[in-house]
């Protein structure tokens, strides 16, 4: 009996222990189901939410992806407007355009934060400087714009020049991603310049104290002889310096002072010593801190001005030119004679002498005239390097200098340049300066009516107002010049400056044309 109760104790006891066991193993089982659960649950969830995160993010930049080649991104810009609203003559519509300017506020915006407009005008650009070379190449339309036609073609037209050209507003232009705001101060500093200019002229005004200056930045063979004669039939030639518009430095002997190298304390004494109201410069890149004396920054802020240094605020105005046709225009002028006489050897021989040039000296300093995206350069306080490659294959045939291509290299000079030129208060198309457009831009900004050329330097129409160094007016037409594979392949090399060309000539004509830019 005994032994029967041991036995049945001890199957009890298995048959319990047994019944824990099973019970342990499925409660592991059943937290280890959930943990899967759970984790899955969470995986699901992660991916939810990176898929609305990346899609809001390429919303957000949209033009990073941007396929200017893609016909389905094509846009048909629709005019509403009528004739009425478009008058052919600037005359007729003087009166009004006026009367919206003073009904508008000088001070865009108060805050000294970025303009987030600009990086806007940065992304734009940016996107179409990443294009290909063909596929750059198609979108503006360069195989129609061979000289068979009268109207320029400009393919997908991402600036709508072909509206633009016309005198037309395209719908949408306000928001449009690659319209940069105006300086903020810009019609506040125009209004004071003109003032001041009819203080001096009439001798009411005492002195240069509370001056504005335009601060002519000149690039070679862009037009910059024929500005500076019209400063001095505009000006008198008492407030403009002798020597082409370029100061004359203190204690120096050169005529030429190279003001683009001078710090903003040497160019506060000259102003405050010659009176000039006007000033040039032509052979170095453009120095940034100037801006600082008008109260602005790269990136749009409103900068305090120095209470101790208000004057002079400078007034921003240049003139581009089409880059191969400048190109060209520099060759011919410069090189006329030199031998060998091949454009492709002129570039290579002063790209090799950049390596000799320094910022106000005179050593190499014109070497910079044949640089690839000379305006990119110029712009970016001139940190756009220059690498020259070894021609081979076709391009040993022209000995065109191989561009440099490498993104690394390129990028933040091109958006320096951008900003650079987003803070001008004019920046002139060369081919139209001299007519009606033109003329119509000075005479708002600078309140300049005079079209002819007064006696002096230069050789030219001077009725027209095209004028130059020396020699005579050539044909620079690199178009004609050149043959259709060498003038694709300098276009493609020059492909910063080409875009840049376009987008300050459709920032000039929405400025001039459309009044709620």
């Given at each position: 009996?005994?032994?029967?109760?041991?036995?049945?104790?001890?199957?009890?006891?298995?048959?319990?222990?047994?019944?824990?066991?099973?019970?342990?193993?499925?409660?592991?089982?059943?937290?280890?189901?959930?943990?899967?659960?759970?984790?899955?649950?969470?995986?699901?969830?992660?991916?939810?939410?990176?898929?609305?995160?990346?899609?809001?993010?390429?919303?957000?930049?949209?033009?990073?992806?941007?396929?200017?080649?893609?016909?389905?991104?094509?846009?048909?810009?629709?005019?509403?407007?009528?004739?009425?609203?478009?008058?052919?003559?600037?005359?007729?519509?003087?009166?009004?355009?006026?009367?919206?300017?003073?009904?508008?506020?000088?001070?865009?915006?108060?805050?000294?934060?970025?303009?987030?407009?600009?990086?806007?005008?940065?992304?734009?650009?940016?996107?179409?400087?990443?294009?290909?070379?063909?596929?750059?190449?198609?979108?503006?339309?360069?195989?129609?714009?061979?000289?068979?036609?009268?109207?320029?073609?400009?393919?997908?037209?991402?600036?709508?020049?072909?509206?633009?050209e016309q005198g037309k507003c395209p719908s949408g232009l306000?928001?449009?991603?690659?319209?940069?705001p105006r300086p903020w101060n810009s019609e506040e500093?125009?209004?004071?310049?003109?003032?001041?200019?009819?203080?001096?002229?009439?001798?009411?005004?005492?002195?240069?104290?509370?001056?504005?200056?335009?601060?002519?930045?000149?690039?070679?063979?862009?037009?910059?002889?024929?500005?500076?004669?019209?400063?001095?039939?505009?000006?008198?030639?008492?407030?403009?310096?002798?020597?082409?518009?370029?100061?004359?430095?203190?204690?120096?002997?050169?005529?030429?002072?190279?003001?683009?190298?001078?710090?903003?304390?040497?160019?506060?004494?000259?102003?405050?010593?010659?009176?000039?109201?006007?000033?040039?410069?032509?052979?170095?890149?453009?120095?940034?801190?100037?801006?600082?004396?008008?109260?602005?920054?790269?990136?749009?802020?409103?900068?305090?001005?120095?209470?101790?240094?208000?004057?002079?605020?400078?007034?921003?105005?240049?003139?581009?030119?089409?880059?191969?046709?400048?190109?060209?225009?520099?060759?011919?002028?410069?090189?006329?004679?030199?031998?060998?006489?091949?454009?492709?050897?002129?570039?290579?021989?002063?790209?090799?002498?950049?390596?000799?040039?320094?910022?106000?000296?005179?050593?190499?300093?014109?070497?910079?005239?044949?640089?690839?995206?000379?305006?990119?350069?110029?712009?970016?306080?001139?940190?756009?390097?220059?690498?020259?490659?070894?021609?081979?294959?076709?391009?040993?045939?022209?000995?065109?200098?191989?561009?440099?291509?490498?993104?690394?290299?390129?990028?933040?000079?091109?958006?320096?340049?951008?900003?650079?030129?987003?803070?001008?208060?004019?920046?002139?198309?060369?081919?139209?300066?001299?007519?009606?457009?033109?003329?119509?831009?000075?005479?708002?900004?600078?309140?300049?009516?005079?079209?002819?050329?007064?006696?002096?330097?230069?050789?030219?129409?001077?009725?027209?107002?095209?004028?130059?160094?020396?020699?005579?007016?050539?044909?620079?037409?690199?178009?004609?010049?050149?043959?259709?594979?060498?003038?694709?392949?300098?276009?493609?090399?020059?492909?910063?400056?080409?875009?840049?060309?376009?987008?300050?000539?459709?920032?000039?004509?929405?400025?001039?044309?459309?009044?709620?830019?």
């Open positions: 009996i005994n032994t029967n109760n041991r036995i049945n104790r001890r199957r009890r006891h298995n048959r319990q222990q047994q019944r824990r066991s099973s019970f342990l193993s499925s409660f592991v089982l059943e937290r280890h189901y959930f943990a899967i659960q759970i984790t899955l649950l969470l995986v699901i969830i992660f991916c939810v939410l990176a898929w609305f995160w990346i899609h809001i993010a390429s919303g957000l930049n949209r033009g990073d992806s941007l396929d200017w080649s893609d016909p389905s991104l094509s846009v048909e810009i629709v005019d509403t407007d009528t004739d009425e609203d478009h008058p052919s003559t600037f005359a007729t519509k003087a009166a009004g355009l006026e009367k919206d300017i003073a009904s508008r506020s000088i001070i865009h915006h108060e805050s000294n934060q970025p303009d987030l407009r600009i990086d806007s005008v940065v992304a734009f650009l940016m996107n179409l400087a990443k294009l290909p070379p063909q596929q750059l190449w198609e979108t503006f339309g360069m195989d129609k714009n061979d000289g068979s036609n009268d109207v320029k073609s400009y393919g997908k037209d991402p600036f709508s020049l072909q509206e633009l306000s928001t449009a991603e690659w319209l940069p500093l125009s209004t004071m310049f003109q003032s001041g200019v009819e203080k001096l002229k009439t001798g009411r005004g005492a002195g240069n104290e509370e001056s504005v200056l335009i601060w002519y930045e000149h690039i070679s063979k862009a037009g910059g002889t024929t500005f500076c004669g019209l400063a001095k039939t505009n000006l008198g030639r008492r407030l403009v310096p002798r020597y082409f518009c370029m100061p004359k430095r203190v204690g120096s002997t050169d005529l030429d002072g190279r003001v683009g190298s001078w710090t903003n304390e040497e160019l506060i004494g000259y102003t405050k010593r010659e009176g000039h109201l006007l000033v040039a410069n032509e052979w170095d890149p453009f120095n940034h801190d100037k801006l600082q004396l008008s109260g602005r920054t790269l990136d749009g802020k409103k900068l305090p001005l120095d209470p101790q240094h208000t004057s002079p605020q400078l007034l921003f105005v240049t003139t581009l030119r089409d880059p191969l046709d400048r190109l060209l225009s520099a060759y011919l002028f410069f090189g006329a004679g030199e031998s060998p006489s091949h454009f492709g050897v002129w570039i290579r021989r002063n790209i090799g002498r950049i390596r000799r040039y320094k910022i106000g000296q005179k050593g190499a300093f014109r070497s910079n005239i044949a640089r690839y995206n000379v305006i990119v350069w110029r712009y970016s306080g001139g940190n756009l390097e220059h690498r020259v490659s070894k021609p081979s294959g076709q391009q040993h045939e022209t000995l065109f200098p191989l561009p440099m291509t490498d993104e690394n290299l390129w990028k933040d000079p091109f958006e320096a340049a951008i900003r650079a030129l987003s803070q001008q208060d004019l920046i002139l198309p060369m081919d139209i300066m001299s007519k009606e457009e033109g003329v119509e831009a000075m005479r708002r900004l600078l309140g300049w009516n005079n079209v002819a050329i007064q006696k002096g330097k230069g050789k030219g129409d001077r009725e027209s107002g095209h004028i130059v160094t020396t020699g005579k007016i050539r044909n620079s037409n690199a178009r004609e010049y050149l043959s259709d594979e060498e003038y694709q392949f300098l276009w493609s090399a020059n492909w910063l400056d080409n875009i840049l060309v376009l987008w300050c000539r459709a920032v000039f004509l929405a400025r001039l044309h459309c009044n709620d830019v």
